[in-house]
């Protein structure tokens, strides 16, 4: 391959290795180790625009070729994707460059150079041809024009409605928001954005966090003063609130059951002004590294990195408990796109049985008199609402939902319905999708 083609190998095999279960996040970090920033940013564009528009891309290839992509090889149908990505969705990228540089992959990894150029060619030659999706079922329309599965499409279609659903779909394939919470051990909001604006970035207040900020551009972010010192947190603003409604007051003893990679932990940290416990329960022992760093960075000094399972820790007596528990991330598709093709109905079933166990467990370790927030970055029922009613008429009769306006900044109120659940939607306030309810146990 030719040296400037590298990020595309990368991109490719990046793909590869999602379709074989690998975490997107992971490998993209570990290209930015061998990469520059523009070639860093080059692959993260063709991988997540890939992975956002995946069926749309198989549909229109398949167009145009005489056997289903999907039954190509996993690498010869991650170079078409890929090829059909650059020439459909990115402008900046001469068609020439798109179809030579698929067929040198086709050459290199692929083995079917001939039928990707061929393809390649075709799809470019054809492209004004090319319209939307007729399906006569509105589920399969809006599962190929959005990319999203199919099952998945029918779920919220049923709970939402067609317009709703459809517009949920679309804001999933929209770029996140990159948004930070400042780190108020060290600087209010207003000196954060004072600091960024003056490294070069160019930063907004975020509509329902008092402590955070939507950062619009930015010469990169680990090569700011802020960053290095420890002025902020990446940190969406629905998870931002999360925290907020814990409420931890300076001294107490709380408990953070599922923490890496300790943004909420430093949050809690900073909402008691450094002074007390906190214990940051993880399972995973290669994620615990990444409390320590964010907590070294930050300055939080009262967090105590813990290797345990949160359905099975025996230590208890806290004031306070965070389970900002495991499950299916239907609410953060838009950040993650890889998940939507990796998850199915039975993950939702799945995570709502180790998030019922880990309730039950953190029940057990809270003092009378504590609180307890139950979270998850979900969109759906089973791993929220159910839940928590579950627990609530089963062993957590002892507990009672606490009205969480009362912790939240004023333009967050209106987010606790009037069950007292707290909900955000990418579709209706532009916050990843989470749930949230905090309970006191009698």
Same mark, same amino acid.
């Given at each position: 391959?030719n040296p400037?083609?590298?990020?595309r190998?990368?991109a490719?095999?990046i793909?590869?290795s999602v ?5 997107v996040?992971s490998l993209?970090d570990h290209?930015?180790?061998v990469?520059d ?5 080059f ?6 625009g890939t ?9 229109v290839?398949?167009?145009f070729s005489a056997?289903?992509?999907a ?6 149908r991650?170079?078409l ?6 020439l459909l969705l990115?402008?900046?990228?001469p068609?020439?460059a ?5 067929t ?15 393809l390649?060619r075709?799809?470019d ?11 006569s ?11 999203? #599965?199919?099952?998945l ?5 049923t709970r939402?409605g067609?317009?709703q659903a459809e517009?949920l779909?679309r ?5 996140a ?6 780190n108020?051990?060290k600087?209010t909001?207003?000196?954060l954005?004072?600091?960024?604006v003056?490294q ?16 619009l551009s930015?010469p990169g972010?680990?090569?700011l003063d802020?960053?290095q ?5 990446v940190?969406d603003?629905?998870?931002?609130l999360v925290g907020?409604?814990?409420a931890?007051a300076?001294?107490e003893?709380?408990?953070d059951?599922?923490?890496? #990679?300790g943004?909420?932990?430093?949050h809690l940290a900073e909402?008691?002004?450094n002074?007390g416990?906190?214990?940051?329960l ?7 590294n990444?409390?320590v760093?964010?907590?070294?960075r930050l300055?939080s000094t009262?967090i105590?990195?813990r290797l345990?399972?949160a359905?099975l ?6 004031d306070k408990?965070l389970?900002?528990a495991?499950?299916?991330g239907?609410g953060?598709l838009?950040r993650?796109?890889d998940?939507r093709w990796?998850k199915s109905?039975?993950?939702i079933r799945?995570?709502?049985r ?7 467990n953190c029940?057990k370790?809270l003092? #009378?008199?504590?609180?307890?927030v139950?979270a998850?970055?979900?969109t ?12 609530l ?5 002892g507990?009672?939902i ?9 333009p967050a109120?209106g987010?606790?319905?009037?069950r ?10 532009g916050m ?5 309810v905090r309970?006191?146990k009698?």
């Amino acid at each position: 391959m030719n040296p400037r083609d590298k990020p595309r190998e990368q991109a490719l095999e990046i793909l590869r290795s999602v379709e074989d279960g690998g975490f997107v996040d992971s490998l993209l970090d570990h290209s930015r180790e061998v990469f520059d920033a523009r070639d860093s940013a080059f692959i993260l564009e063709l991988v997540y625009g890939t992975l956002r528009n995946r069926a749309w891309l198989d549909w229109v290839l398949n167009l145009f070729s005489a056997q289903p992509v999907a039954k190509t090889d996993v690498r010869t149908r991650n170079i078409l994707r890929l090829g059909a990505y650059q020439l459909l969705l990115l402008d900046r990228v001469p068609p020439s460059a798109a179809i030579n540089t698929s067929t040198e992959l086709a050459k290199a990894f692929g083995k079917k150079q001939g039928y990707v150029n061929g393809l390649l060619r075709n799809l470019d030659r054809k492209r004004s041809s090319i319209s939307e999706p007729r399906f006569s079922e509105p589920a399969k329309r809006l599962a190929v024009l959005y990319s999203h #599965p199919e099952w998945l499409v029918r779920r919220w279609l049923t709970r939402f409605g067609g317009e709703q659903a459809e517009t949920l779909l679309r804001e999933n394939n929209r770029p996140a928001p990159l948004v930070v919470r400042a780190n108020i051990l060290k600087a209010t909001r207003d000196e954060l954005k004072a600091s960024l604006v003056s490294q070069g970035a160019q930063a907004v207040e975020t509509n329902y966090s008092d402590i955070g900020l939507e950062i619009l551009s930015s010469p990169g972010i680990r090569t700011l003063d802020a960053y290095q010192q420890g002025f902020f947190m990446v940190q969406d603003e629905a998870a931002q609130l999360v925290g907020l409604m814990l409420a931890p007051a300076p001294g107490e003893t709380v408990l953070d059951a599922c923490a890496a #990679p300790g943004g909420k932990a430093t949050h809690l940290a900073e909402l008691m002004q450094n002074r007390g416990t906190i214990v940051a329960l993880e399972i995973d022992r290669t994620r615990m590294n990444r409390i320590v760093e964010n907590s070294l960075r930050l300055g939080s000094t009262i967090i105590a990195p813990r290797l345990g399972d949160a359905a099975l820790y025996l230590q208890g007596g806290f004031d306070k408990i965070l389970i900002d528990a495991p499950c299916s991330g239907l609410g953060v598709l838009r950040r993650h796109p890889d998940g939507r093709w990796s998850k199915s109905e039975q993950t939702i079933r799945e995570r709502q049985r180790l998030q019922s166990g880990i309730l039950k467990n953190c029940a057990k370790l809270l003092r #009378p008199g504590g609180a307890m927030v139950y979270a998850t970055c979900s969109t759906e029922p089973e791993e929220n609402e159910d839940v928590v009613q579950a627990f609530l008429s089963g062993m957590g009769t002892g507990f009672v939902i606490d009205d969480a306006r009362r912790w939240l900044p004023k333009p967050a109120q209106g987010l606790v319905d009037e069950r007292g659940f707290f909900h955000t939607y990418p579709r209706a306030f532009g916050m990843d999708g989470f749930f949230g309810v905090r309970m006191i146990k009698k």
